[in-house]
């Protein structure tokens, strides 16, 4: 889900009253609505909003999602949600296909998903090439079996797109991804039921192979290195044993180095986050309230200040370029 802010939630120049509403991602909609539309289900009764990429209401979701698992069966969520993360074009979704490993890319969408589902969470535990996920629900009920096939789906396209091979997942011990390696007859009698909270789905996906990290090359300033790979990775926990053993150095010879050029590490991330917090001001229509956890501030706010100080403009005022599409990030 996607949470507005606690006050009022801002949608072009209007201002809703959102104290207690809950939306979903207009990414998540999309991806929803064109599964639906690929199973040949009837959406003339669907409003204009969610066609026109607008947020919509948690009810309105869950029915999309219900009809979704009805019409095109527990596949067809995965499908919906590996479309999703394999070839969706939204910059959240590009943001993410950015990760150079499977481990930075569960940091970003755990880090990024309390904007997305704030009623559910997705719990991970990294193995060597495997991690295991468990769908957690927030209320009395857990999140629902197309939930978290959905999810899943879309997790695997994310670890396909970052370069990972060979990539299988199962979900409660059901094989659903690859398409080929299905069982025949979908389990329904024992995915009928939505779990409760103290049963979430649990799924499970590994690969044979991670995608193949290369070394950027160097700028000759070890300044300009460290922040161009705070860039790279704006959430990540930059500490200095993190960045001297990506720079093959030990701390104290990082230490060195940047006092020899005038610099501090931890000027140097606040730097890097912005210039990736920059880069997506100009190039999206994210609100400013994503760009912040999606690239490591700890709030909004945070983001202002670092706006103000190293620009000398607040975010709203980076965004000189011209954004055609739709709200948000279209």
């Known amino acids: 889900m996607w949470h507005c802010p606690p006050r009022h939630l801002y949608i072009h120049a209007i201002v809703v009253p959102a104290r207690h509403q809950r939306f979903v991602h207009p990414l998540i909609t999309e991806a929803v609505v064109r599964g639906l539309r690929r199973a040949g289900a009837d959406l003339a009764w669907l409003p204009a909003a969610a066609h026109e990429g607008q947020p919509v209401d948690e009810v309105l979701h869950t029915r999309l999602k219900a009809l979704l698992l009805e019409t095109a069966g527990p596949w067809g969520m995965v499908d919906a949600g590996h479309h999703l993360g394999r070839h969706g074009d939204h910059p959240v979704v590009a943001f993410l296909a950015t990760s150079r490993a499977p481990a930075e890319l569960l940091h970003r969408f755990d880090r990024m998903e309390p904007l997305l589902h704030l009623g559910n969470r997705t719990r991970s535990a990294m193995g060597d ?118 720079r093959l150095v030990s701390t104290r010879t990082l230490q060195r180095q940047l006092q020899a050029e005038g610099h501090r590490l931890a000027g140097l991330v606040l730097e890097g986050r912005m210039d990736a917090a920059e880069a997506l001001l100009r190039r999206t229509k994210l609100p400013a309230t994503m760009i912040a956890y999606l690239c490591g501030f700890a709030d909004p706010a945070h983001l202002s200040r670092t706006s103000r100080r190293l620009r000398g403009v607040p975010p709203s005022g980076l965004r000189s370029e011209v954004v055609s599409g739709r709200w948000p990030g279209r």
């Open 129 to 246: 090439r495997r991690v295991e996920v468990r769908h957690e629900g927030r209320g009395h009920r857990g999140p629902g079996l197309a939930e978290s096939l959905f999810v899943c789906g879309a997790q695997v396209g994310m670890l396909q797109r970052i370069g990972c091979r060979g990539v299988s997942a199962t979900v409660g011990g059901v094989t659903v991804w690859p398409p080929e390696r299905r069982p025949q007859i979908t389990p329904r009698r024992t995915w009928d039921e939505p779990p409760s909270a103290g049963d979430a789905p649990t799924w499970v996906a590994w690969w044979r192979s991670g995608p193949r990290i290369e070394a950027p090359t160097s700028t000759g300033s070890v300044a300009a290195d460290v922040r161009r790979l705070v860039a790279d990775q704006p959430a990540a926990d930059w500490t200095l044993a993190v960045v001297a053993a990506d």
